[in-house]
T-cell receptor, first 109, second 115 residues
Framework: LAKTTQPISMDSYEGQEVNITCSHN???????ITWYQQFPSQGPRFIIQ???TKVTNEVASLFIPADRKSSTLSLPRVSLSDTAVYYC??????????FGAGTTVTVRA | DTAVSQTPKYLVTQMGNDKSIKCEQN?????MYWYKQDSKKFLKIMFS???????INETVPNRFSPKSPDKAHLNLHINSLELGDSAVYFC??????????????FGPGTRLLVL
């Protein structure tokens, strides 16, 4: 199972773009990269998933370089309600997903 | 309707007691999970069940015993509670085989405090 490393915390202000980079040097060929978001006092929820290049949805964008050893979650124009913990996961055909400690993003007014 | 529900939401108990946490999902999923989240937000998988069969037991003390009466329910029983068991426990489910491509849906969590 590929191990992931991401910053423990990041601070931002409303209206800014937040980019969180996750390192996964041992990613396997079949592994996908998935990000979850956890608001205070709630369970995590899926926000985006990708395999390579760029994926965008209504919440975020995910940038994955050609070597796939890292990925960057981009949150455009954050608001106070984007304050949460963001988890990067890498895995494929197994049940052993490891969420780690995530990145705590704090958005200030 | 809540997709993944857990009861109770809060649980305060004394060391040495036995307690259970219940989880139900109404999504028709085949795979269910229990996770433990500590005070530093580290979220670690404990168990995974697929169609009522245990798939993963991640080095969890045998004081923790999951029970899956049917594929919509995965309960967690904890014997002889210890101070270190204080944490938030999350139940989750996914559609099929536990492939990481499958989105996991989490319950609201059960906040366990052992005194």
């Amino acid at each position: 199972l590929a191990k992931t490393t991401q910053p423990i915390s990041m601070d931002s202000y409303e209206g800014q773009e937040v980019n969180i980079t996750c390192s996964h040097n041992n990613i396997a060929t079949n592994d996908y990269i998935t990000w979850y978001q956890q608001f205070p006092s709630q369970g995590p929820r899926f926000i985006i998933q990708g395999y390579k290049t760029k994926v965008t949805n209504e919440v975020a964008s995910l940038f994955i370089p050609a070597d796939r050893k890292s990925s960057t979650l981009s949150l455009p124009r954050v608001s106070l309600s984007d304050t949460a913990v963001y988890y990067c996961l890498v895995g494929s055909n197994d049940y052993k997903l490891s969420f780690g400690a995530g990145t705590t993003v704090t958005v200030r007014a | 309707d809540t997709a993944v529900s857990q009861t109770p939401k809060y649980l305060v108990t004394q060391m040495g007691n036995d307690k259970s946490i219940k989880c139900e999902q109404n999504l028709g999923h085949d795979t269910m999970y229990w996770y433990k989240q500590d005070s530093k937000k580290f979220l670690k998988i404990m168990f995974s069940y697929n169609n009522k069969e245990l798939i993963i037991n991640e080095t969890v003390p045998n004081r923790f015993s999951p029970k899956s009466p049917d594929k919509a329910h995965l309960n967690l029983h904890i014997n002889s509670l210890e101070l270190g068991d204080s944490a938030v426990y999350f139940c989750a489910s996914s559609q099929d085989t536990g492939n990481s491509r499958e989105t996991q849906y989490f319950g609201p969590g059960t906040r366990l405090l052992v005194l």
